[in-house]
């Protein structure tokens, strides 16, 4: 069932992965009208990141992932923060049957899906979703900036090449950020009767070697990442490929993609 997100990488994903400005859960909030009696669904959920803040605005939320260890450290997350209002599924998105079971005649005020979607077949998933939440409620898909390896800054097309040097590969995987697949998102969530908007959320920071390093390897599978012997030389070899370009700032856009059931819907 997993994708490969397992053991050392979760650390990594769990410690360097971007988290959600507050502005996004506004957004969220004000577009599908949610509220304290609200349950939610984060599908694709990896550590929490988006799962735990979603769960300060309604009465709970359930996170999915296919990867036991996210779970676990997404569970640990949750409990190092307070937050005793999310319960956790294994599963992917060809397992809402489970998610519905689980739910029974309850509808969900939302369902998001944060930089996962690229792994899922969202042709197929939309219709299922859209019967999944009440009337004014609906689904959205975020993504939070493009891959560090794919932005237009100096910094990002140096570790570009420094990457695919290390890794002898192109680096062409946009994790579904990219404009055409952001259009297949929006076909796709209209032809399942939703109503689409998009919304946008710029903010930008100022990232040091270890974060865009750590960022590197929470991307990778366990069987990519580098053993932990070869790491000091991997992270050398790119704090090197960088330093002419400091400092890194990166402009990160947040996409939101935010479908919504007709009210009058049942």
């Known amino acids: 069932m997993g994708l490969g997100f397992s053991g050392d990488v979760v650390d990594f994903y769990h410690r360097y992965r971007r988290g959600y400005p507050a502005a996004v859960f506004d957004t969220l909030a004000d577009e599908f009208r949610l509220s304290t009696a609200d349950l939610a669904a984060d599908l694709g959920c990896g550590t929490g990141q988006l799962t735990c803040s979603l769960a300060t ?3 709970g939320v359930i996170g999915v992932d296919p990867e036991p260890d996210m779970l676990a450290r997404a569970r640990r997350a949750a409990t190092e923060r307070g937050i005793g209002n999310i319960g956790w599924l294994l599963g992917a998105d060809t397992d809402l049957p489970a998610l519905r079971a689980l739910l029974g005649s309850r509808r969900l005020g939302c369902v998001t899906i944060g930089q996962a979607l690229h792994w899922m077949d969202h042709e197929r998933l939309f219709p299922e979703l859209a019967g999944m939440v009440r009337p004014g409620g609906g689904v959205a898909v975020l993504t939070n900036g493009t891959p560090l390896w794919l932005q237009s800054s100096s910094w990002s097309r140096a570790l570009r090449d420094c990457l695919e040097r290390l890794l002898d590969t192109e680096l062409t995987r946009t994790c579904g950020t990219d404009e055409p697949s952001q259009r297949g998102y929006r076909d796709a969530m209209v032809a399942a009767g939703l109503t689409v908007r998009d919304a946008r959320v710029d903010y930008h920071a100022e990232l040091d070697p270890e974060q865009i390093v750590g960022g590197v390897y929470s991307a990778m599978a366990a069987d990519q990442l580098p053993s932990p012997a070869r790491r ?14 400091a400092p890194f700032v990166e402009q990160v856009e947040v996409r939101l993609l935010l479908g919504r059931t007709r009210s009058g819907d049942v």
């Open 232 to 245: 000091p030389e991997f992270t050398r070899r790119i704090e090197r490929a960088l330093r002419p370009y």
């Open 57 to 59: 605005r309604v009465a």
